[in-house]
């Protein structure tokens, strides 16, 4: 499969020959090694998918000749990951997985168990590190829609999508499986994961109260980094998308 990239700005697919610059022409010209004459593909992140040919490498400019042009429509359902922060790296693992296995939003969570605790400092830039993993992970992936990376939330604001969307939390003392729930009539699902000491009772209730799902994966209880793209999985099987 052709390696993909992706421009800043939609604007700049608009012409015949695509010029990659800064970071992504490094990426393409070092890290990827792409070569004069090789078909690539190039998006913006928000269902472009044009196929061009590589007529120029140099570290800090690549260009890309278009030869057809293309639009992916977005995904229906959406799949959005509500991911409560972790210590360590164990919710960028979450992040990463999650964009390669099709989710079309991420939220960050400041769960009332979760052991990294974000001030607005740390929000702003953890929120940037969340979405260059899944800028890289979209490209890997070749994805045609980025998926989009939102400022943290409380249990509260969590609550209230409960009025537009599905929501599922996942909690392994649940009785009822995912596999359980009929995701095709809700425009929107949003898969909750806990942080490692797991959901607190009184967020279950909150979030119960507000009408959302409360299920199980089975009958192990996964890491914080393994339960959202488990879910997603599922998700993607029960949608007929895999």
């Known amino acids: ?12 697919l608009a012409g015949d020959d695509i010029v990659l610059t800064g970071a992504e022409a490094h990426h393409a010209a070092t890290v990827r090694r792409v070569r004069v004459g090789e078909t690539v593909t190039v998006g913006d992140g928000r269902g472009a998918w044009h196929t061009g040919e590589v007529t120029e490498v140099a570290p800090k400019r ?10 992916v429509a977005p995904s ?15 919710d960028e693992r979450a992040v990463q997985a999650a964009t390669e296995l099709g989710v079309d939003e991420i939220v960050p969570w400041q769960a009332a168990r979760s052991v990294s605790r974000w001030d607005a400092a740390k929000a702003t830039k953890g929120v940037q590190r969340w979405a260059s993993i899944v800028r890289e992970a979209a490209k890997q992936a070749h994805r045609p829609w980025l998926p989009t990376v939102t400022p943290p939330v409380t249990t509260a604001q969590l ?8 929501i599922v939390v996942l909690e392994p ?14 425009r929107e699902v949003v898969l909750v994961v806990g942080p490692e000491g ?13 009408g959302a799902r409360i299920v199980k994966l089975g ?11 488990a879910a997603l999985a599922v998700a ?7």
């Open 219 to 229: 009958d192990t209880v996964l890491r914080t980094s393994t339960a959202g793209p």
């Open 76 to 90: 229906a359902p959406r799949l959005v990951l509500v991911q409560a922060l972790a210590k360590g790296d164990r």
């Open 159 to 166: 609550a209230r999508r409960a009025e537009d969307a599905l």
């Open 173 to 186: 003392s649940a009785e009822d499986p995912l596999t359980a729930l009929d995701l095709t009539a809700a």
């Open 62 to 71: 690549v260009v890309v000749h278009l030869v057809s042009r293309s639009s």
């Open 236 to 242: 993607a099987v029960s949608l007929g998308r895999w």
């Open 198 to 210: 797991g959901i607190a009772p009184e967020e279950l209730d909150t979030l119960r109260s507000a």
């Open 1 to 12: 499969m052709a390696l993909h990239f992706l421009v800043e700005d939609a604007a700049e």
